[in-house]
């Protein structure tokens, strides 16, 4: 996919919509050059649609409406209607090509590791809880060199039907008609599918995510953290995540929802997130007896850490509290629950700046948590960043501060990658360095010794 520099548009979606600009504006021209240009656009107009099918983008086809209400002003009679219809079709181009670059199809920076990245998809289910807890696990690892035309992995999904399944799921859960997360449905990352592993044993990173997140919504964090030589678990939580599609192809939809009251919602949340830690206990079990596959032998699971975002970095937290085998923890932007005890592991909170009271009593909670741990914690606070700057969120929603961040795409990754990266080699792989001057680069830092 070849995109125009800035515009998030590909090649065949700028002539339909430079194409269309001139086709409504023709039918204004002086006489003697009308029809020509008319036909020349309208020409431009057909060849670019025909390269965005088999279905064009929702954007694009608002922009080919307009095409056909600029037809019809050109047989209208009375000059004033002919206009009122013009100035309606320009507004659908214009409307169109905004909305197409504030909710752009993702594409995922380079890798800067030195692995290619692998992903494959697993489905396990811990017979010894609840009716029997399933959860649905994407692996990214560290993979020897693929074909430059090796099909890449469906972002969102194994497949672009549950990529779509997922999409609207996650567009319902925001409130949104399911059409407006068309772009993520469409895109593929840099992974190849079952790619054959790179040599040698490879640290674990078990990932969560928010409330009525995916397993997939960190997806450039964890193929670029694979490039670099880990392993990323991210999970689907069933009736937490937005939608989870099984291997036998039934949809799961969340069944999480807010009471309105504000005591029932806390004794909610330590609930899910006690069944999210568990979770990630689950995973890391089944993990350590992986004996097939592409990563069979390829794990060392006793290197691993537990992260997540949102709710995800609550659980994180508590798994670490309740299980020594994860040897750190990272907490994206999660806010803690009353209940959760102090850290034991070496722990990085990153969190959004501090706008009101309410921020300033989760970064009070944090820094509770990470004073009366047992290991040294990290708190960064980055400024313009938003709760969702830490996900993938700013490569496919629009640049609103107040939802993304200010940081913008590229930067909102880098700052993520790099802290945890750091973070990681440090705790993982035990690499010297200067960790919290690396850290410091990116925000407002302080660090609770033990």
Do not use: C
């Not at 023709?26 to 050059?33: E, Q």
């Not at 059409?179 to 469409?186: H, I, N, S």
């Not at 708190?379 to 993304?404: C, I, K, N, W």
């Amino acid at each position: 996919m070849i995109l125009i520099a800035g515009s998030h548009l590909t090649v065949a979606e700028t002539a339909v919509v430079l194409g269309s600009a001139v086709l409504v504006a023709a039918r204004w021209l002086p006489s003697a050059g009308r029809r020509v240009t008319a036909l020349v656009a309208a020409l431009v107009v057909v060849a670019g649609a025909v390269f965005t099918l088999p279905v064009p983008r929702w954007q694009i086809l608002l922009v080919l409406v307009a095409d056909l209400l600029a037809g019809a002003v050109w047989l209208l009679k009375r000059r004033w209607i002919a206009l009122l219809g013009a100035l309606l079709a320009g507004a659908l181009v214009l409307g169109g090509t905004v909305v197409a670059w504030a909710l752009p199809v993702p594409v995922f920076p380079r890798l800067s590791g030195p692995s290619a990245v692998g992903t494959t998809v697993v489905q396990w289910t811990d017979p010894a809880r609840d009716q029997g807890r399933t959860v649905v696990v994407q692996l990214w690892y560290p993979a020897q060199p693929v074909a430059g035309d090796a099909p890449r992995a469906q972002y969102l999904g194994r497949t672009r039907r549950e990529a779509d399944i997922v999409a609207d799921a996650e567009a319902a859960y925001l409130g949104a008609p399911g059409f407006v997360l068309d772009g993520p449905a469409r895109a593929h990352t840099h992974a190849v599918f079952e790619a054959t592993a790179a040599a040698g044993r490879f640290p674990v990173v078990l990932f969560s995510p928010g409330l009525g997140g995916v397993r997939t919504q960190n997806t450039a964090w964890a193929e670029e953290l694979a490039s670099r030589g880990y392993v990323v678990a991210g999970v689907d939580h069933l009736y937490d995540s937005a939608a989870v599609v099984l291997a036998d192809g039934r949809t799961v939809k969340t069944r999480i929802a807010s009471s309105g009251n504000r005591a029932e919602d806390d004794r909610r949340r330590i609930s899910w997130t006690s069944v999210r830690a568990a979770d990630l206990s689950f995973v890391l079990t089944r993990l350590t007896r992986l004996d097939s596959g592409p990563l069979a032998g390829r794990l060392d699971t006793s290197r691993a850490a537990a992260t997540g975002h949102s709710l995800g970095g609550a659980a994180a937290m508590r798994a670490a509290e309740l299980d020594p085998r994860f040897t750190s923890v990272i907490n994206l932007d999660g806010g803690l629950n009353a209940d959760q005890g102090p850290s034991k592991q070496p722990t990085l909170v990153l969190t959004h700046e501090v706008r009101d009271r309410a921020d300033a009593d989760f970064v009070a909670r944090v820094t509770e948590v990470l004073d009366g741990g047992s290991a040294t914690g990290y708190r960064l606070s980055v400024p313009g960043s938003a709760h969702l700057s830490f996900t993938d969120a700013p490569l496919f929603l629009p640049p609103v501060p107040s939802v993304v961040g200010s940081l913008g795409p590229a930067s909102s990754l880098h700052m993520t990658v790099e802290t945890t990266a750091a973070f990681l080699d440090a705790t993982l792989n035990g690499r010297a360095a200067d960790l919290p001057a690396t850290l410091a680069k990116y925000g407002t830092l302080s660090v609770h010794a033990d």
